[in-house]
Structure formats: C-alpha cells, structure tokens
C-alpha cells in the first residue's frame, strides 16, 4: 500500500516543489530525477503486484474523504471565479449543479458513503500506473526544454511556468489516484482534479482562443463529472443492491439491471472525457497548448482516464443493449474520426483525430465488453499510449526545427532529421502496421466481434476504418521519407529539447511490440481471466508468426548496404526533360521549372465539414438510446 | 508438418505458375484483340532481361522498399498456404503493398508520387471487401485459420454469393486490369510512364514483377476458398473467374479513383455486407 501512496503523495509534493523553482537548470533536473523516482516505482508496483491479483487496502477514509470534499468545493469556487472572469456562465452553472449534488449526496446519504477498502490494485491498474510513470514523467521531463524552446519562440505568451509544471504533476498524481481507488467518490475526485487540470494546460497561452477552447473541455468534463455525481448518488440510494460506491462491489453486484443505471452514467462520463463524438471537439480544441500538454492529454492522462473508467465497467455492460449503444457510439467514432483525419494536413490534428478514432474502437471493446474484446481494448491501451506520446513529442520537436507542423512541410525528413524520421516512423507503424501494435488488437478486435451477436455491424466499421486508417498513416509516412535532395539538415539546434525522453519511448515503443505476448500473459490474460473466468489467449503459431514479422523487418534494413556499392543515380523522370535531381526541370522559353509533389486530402469526401455534423448527430442518438435502453432494464 | 511444406512449395511454385499465368493472360488478351501475341514463356523472358540491366536508381533506398515488398507479398502467400489465420495474411498483405507505396514516395518524383497516391487510394478501396471476404469465410468454416477453410465440406459459395462477387469486382484492382488499373498499367503503350513503377528499373522492376506473380497465386488461392469442398469445381471456377477478369480488362476503359473507391466501397458494402448480413440471420435462427 505505500507504493500506491507513494505514488498518489510524490507528485504533488514534486508539484509544490516545482512552485518555487525558477531556474531552467534546476527544474530540469528536479523534473527529471522525479520522473526517475515515478518510473522506478511504477516499475516497483508491478514487480510487487503483477502475480498477486487484485489486492485490497483499507486506507485511511474519514479525514482524506473530508479534505477531498473541502478541495472540491475549492475547485467549484475557482470555477465559478474563472467562469465570472472570462463570463462563461455555461461553466458557472454546471460547476454550481455539480457542488450542489455532491452536497446533497454527502448530507442525505452520509451513511452509505463507505467503501470497505479505498485503494485497490491489480493487473489493468498496473497497466494503468506504468503508462502514467513511464510515459507520464518522460513527457514531463522533455516539457521541460520544450517549454524554454517555447517562450523563446513565443515572446509573447507571459511565463508561467511554474504554474504549468505544478498543475503537470498534480495530474500525474490524480491520474495514480483515479486508477488506484476502488472508493467511488475517490474516483470521483480525482476525476475531477483531471478536468480541472486540463483546464488550466489547454489554456496556459491565454490567448483568446485558448481560453474559449480550454473552457469548452471544462464544460464538456463537467457535463460528465455532473453525470458522474448523479450516478453516485443513484449507487448511494440504492446501496443495498447496489453495492454502493465501493467499485468492487458494484461491479460483482448481483443486480445487473440496478447497476446498469449509474454504469451508464459513468460511462457517459467517460464518454466525455474519452472525447467521443459528438465530445471530440474539446480535444481538438486541446491543440493550441504546448505540444507537451497534448502529449500528455492523449497517452498518458486525460482521455486514458476515460478509456480506463469504461473498460473497468465493461463486465457491466456486457450483453446488454445499452452497452451496444455505448459500443456503437465508439464505433461510429472510429470510423468518423478517422475518415476526417484523411483531409487533415495539419500533424498534430492528425494525431488528435487518430486519437479520438483509437479511443472509439477501445470503447467499441469496452461496450460489448465481451472478454476477448476487452483484452484486445486493454492492448490497445497500451499501444495507443507510446506510440501516440512518441508521435506528439517527435512533431513537437519537428515543429521547432522546421517551424511548421503542416505534414507537406515535413516531406523529406529522412533526410533533414534521420534521427528523428526514424523515429517518427516507428511511432506511425506502431499505429497502423503489422506486425506493429495496434494491428494486433484490430485483429483480436475482428475475431472477436464475429462471434457477438449483431456483431457484424462492427465488423463493418472495422473494414471501413482501419482501411481508411491505412491511407493517411500511410501517405504520412511516405512524405517523411521521401528522399530530397539538397535538402539541410536541420537535426541541431540552439535550443533543443532533450533527445533522451524520445530515445527512450521510441525504445518504449519497440518493446511493447516485442514484448506484447509478455505483457498480455502477466497482465492483461489474467485480469480478463478473473473478470470472466474465460480468458483470451493468442495462438502460439501466429506470435511466432509476428515475431517473425518483426524479424523480417529487423533483418531487411541491411539490404540498403547491398545497394549502395553498386547503383548509379539518375535524376527524377520528368516527361522526358533534361531534370536536376532536385526536382527542377527545364521548361519551355530555356526556363527552369520546379515541380512539386503534394498529397491528395480528399476534402471533398471526408472534409470536416461533410462528416464531423453527422457523426456528432448519430452519437448523441446512440448516447440518448443507451440510457433509456438502461432505463428499461431498470 | 504439412503448413510448411506449403509454404515451401508456394515460394519455389509461385513464380513459376505466376509467370505462365501472365503469359497465358497476355496470349488471351491478344488473341481477344485479334492479335497472335507473345510466346506464352515471354514474361520469364522479359523479367530474365531486366536483371541483366544496369542497376540505375533515383536513391538507394528505393531498393530497399522494393525488396521488402516483394519479402512480404511472399511471406503472405507462404503463410496463406501453409494455412494461417486469414485476417493475420490479410494485414501482412497490406504491410507488403504499403512498402511499394513507400518506395514510390522515396524516390521523390512526380510521377511516382501520383502512383504512389493512387495505389493508396485503390487500397483503401479494396481493403473493406477483403476482410469482409475473410470473415465470411470464417461464419461457413467457424475459423480464422486457411487450413480449416480448405477443409470445409460445404459448398461455400453457395453461402457468400455476395461476397463472392464482391470479393471478384475488387480483384480486378488487385490484378491490376481495367477498369481500375488506376496506379499502374500493364499496356504496352502506357508503360512508358507507369504510375508507381515509374522510376523502378532493371532489377528492381524485375521484383516488382515477380511480387505480382507471387500476388496473383495467392489471391487465386483465395478465390479457390470459395470452392474448396470440391478441388475440381474449384480449379474450374477459378480459371472462369480469371477469364472473366481478362475479358472485363479488354472491353472496359480506364475509371478515375473516385469510381474506384466508390466501387469498392460499394460492393462491400451491398454484395458483402448484406450477404453476411443474411448469413448471420439464417445462421443464429433469427437473431
């Protein structure tokens, strides 16, 4: 249990430590040394815990659940503050109705509010922790630079810091704290503490639109946290079936039809924070922060919080309609966001609407929540988090260097930045390619849905999807290696972010794909398999397969040595006029001409503007429909 | 034991069939046209000629992109039939393609990128009938593994006349006739410039084209799926099919991408789906 304190109190004591530091210098390495003593723990936990099973702790309730209480009414007070501030009464008012309910609960069902054990840990919360030290820390300690890189790009952003990295860690900490409890309010509170995190990063440049956009994610969490307190106080009035807000009871709870309720409330609440359509637009909005914060939103806190609360209630949702219509939300996500990410040129819109589509398909799992989908989600998980933090913080780094983050700019990178093309490219095979990780759970994905009822509907997106998926991942990847001729490399700089956190989770990323029928045998199997008593397994043969896939891939790069000795260059074919191999060529009237290449978008058919409506349209439906479908089973 | 000496007779076999059937093709394809055609041995001629060629590259590593493409078109046949799971070769497959794609980007060259652009395009129109195709193979033979499909004694195609069809209308992409040879072409007069073989030369375009040999035994394998209780029936069928293939290649012009993907996107999504869609229905008894 000290771990999971430790883990839960050493952020935020870092956070208030990096209050009062100033220098550079000093708060790199203070950052850096806490992310080591964050990542050794996490590391720590899972040698503790990985073969225990889920382990229960009665820890500390009545002073901690009133101080909780206390900073949440804080937190609805800085709120409204904010929200007089900047006259954004939406934000008032829910933050109001929210305080309220929580007042209401804590007043009218005070004796109900206990959980028999507060923390908890076990094989998905493992998971869980190890993506937020690991990945969490790394994408800290490379803020660090980025952010020195940043105000000197920006002079005129005002320098806050300490700020920034205070409210960093506090939300590694609520992160540790919402996968650690199995107290519903606890959850609860740190769920809050994530929205309100969140909050304060999307807005850090204080530009007019980075206020809007930071306060349309508040409005969209807290219509989630309001969902959230609503459940609680459904689970509270009904404890004795129930279970509660103790989650381990609600979930083994008996009554399906009773809990099926204040799941779908949460899940809904995950929906939101999740950012599934029609929520997608706050984590889009998300993007005019630091590319660190991105980094951060998208693989190791924030929507992975969201992601987390819904597979955590998948047994619940399970063979139910409601859960189908949560599922199908996710789905129709999946194909949506990743249609529009064709038109995108923009890198890190790109990466934001993957992201979304990557959390659709996990919620498509996570509703159906059968068990070999729910381990596929789980993979997914783990995947979607490094690959996607070695992508944001690879086009943080491109971005400075080039000064655009527009993919056409960044054709030719394998030859302006090798080092950090090779990289970039190993995060993008890790998002689309087999043998790499996400194939692996779209396949598991695939195979299990055929055996669901209707589960044909998913299938069809699936195809649709990841084939849609392949086109824009792809096209990306053949702008970075496009070989430009008398193109300078840019690959150093003055200021320059740290290499080491991108080596690092580059390395991160090749070992999950090699190390994955690992992780899945000591973590994931056995979590599925105490949940369900089933468990999915992978064949022997096609692991051997995959890593000899992987091999292949290894091997073949070799061949490049083979080639070199011998080849003779030409320049590009040009129609049959004399070219240079910087792509110019001579014109009519002895005029030299250059010629350009550039990547088809297809706005026409997956614009934004064609797609994001209808989809918006179609998952507040389905959202609509998984609660009067749970209502009905009620 | 047997997997492997699939695999092992599909890497030392492939070619060797690919070939003729391309000779066969171009012999048909001319007598079509009224024309007396090449020996049916020319495409081993042609492929011989080339790697006698200089090696004459743009860069290096299109090389390199080249040689993988042709290794995982291989190992994706090899595994089809040593009979792995389906859907696993489906995505091997794709990783082979997008390594041809990526070739044709690395060289940096307009029309090579206009191939490559286009071959992106016509796979993301393919890819949805495919795996539909293989999960309707598993609803009939209850398995994801190729082995089991070939082991099925029921007539499949009488269950997945939709996929079947559907599955056949995007072949036409993968064999890389008309209508949709949109990325590349096989005529003689557009090979001058041909999408994203443009700046593939000599030994390089000798892989490409022994790549496709490989792709068209697998893919014929696949079509065999559907007829797999009875191995003459099957063989038969798939000879009509390829026929079929040729002569919708010869009467038809050129269609523009976006009659592709549409196409595409249309058969899986009417052929395929509503296919499987009443398959499920009689399967489950109502559900």
Redo the contacts between chains.
Sequence with gaps: MQTLLFLILFPILVACLLLFVKRTTLRYAVVALSALVIGGASIYLLMRYAFEGAVYFTAPSEAASLAMVAIEMGLALFIVYMGAKFRNYLAIALAVVQAALVVYLETTFSGNLHAVNNLFIDQFSIIMALIIGLIGSLIAVYAVRYMETYHHHHPEVRDRQTMFFFVTFAFLAAMFGLVFSNNLMWVFFFWEVTTISSFLLIGYSETEEATKNAFRALVMNLLGGVAFVVALIFLASTEATSGGIDLARVLASGDAAVILVPAVLIGFAGITKAALMPFSSWLLGAMVAPTPVSALLHSSTMVKAGVYILVRFSPVFAGTFAGFSIGLVGAVTFVVASAIAISQSNAKLVLAYSTIANLGLIAACAGVGNYMLVWAAILLIVFHAVAKSLLFLGTGAIEHRLGSRDIEDMEGLIVRMPKMAVMMFIGIAGMFLAPFGMLISKWAAIEAFVQVPFGLVFIAILAYGSAVTVFFWAKWMGKLVAVTRQAERVEKGFFEEPWAPLYIITGLVIATVLLFPVISSTLIEPYVLAIYGVTALLAQANVAIMLLMMALLLILPISFLLFRRSAKHLPAYMGGRPATPDLHFAGSLGLTREAQTRNYYLTEYFGEAKLFLPGMVVCTILILASWVLAGVAL | MNGIIGAVLFLILAPIVGGLIAGIDRKITARMQGRVGPPILQPFYDVGKLFEK????????Q???V??YL??IA?SGA?FFAG??L??IV??F??AH?FL??G??????????IG??RE??Q???Y???V??AA?GL??VANS?YVADMVATTVPVILYLPGVFLGFVTILTIKLRKSPFDISTSHHAHQEI?KGIT??FSGSTLGQVEIAHWYENVFLLGFLYLFFAWNPVIGVIAVAITYLAEIFVDNVTARARWQAA?KSG?LV??VLG?VN??IL?YMM?GG?
Aim: net charge negative.
């Design positions: 200089e090696n004459v590259v743009v860069t290096t590593a090389n390199f992109y040689l993988a290794v995982f190992l595994l792995g799971d859907l696993l995505f091997a794709t990783l997008v794609v990526l044709a980007y690395a060289v940096h060259s307009p029309y090579s990128h490559a652009e992106l395009i796979l993301m129109a890819e949805p009938m795996i539909l999960v598993y609803m994801f410039v443009t700046e993907l996107w899986a999504g789906l499987l869609a499920s489950t559900v």
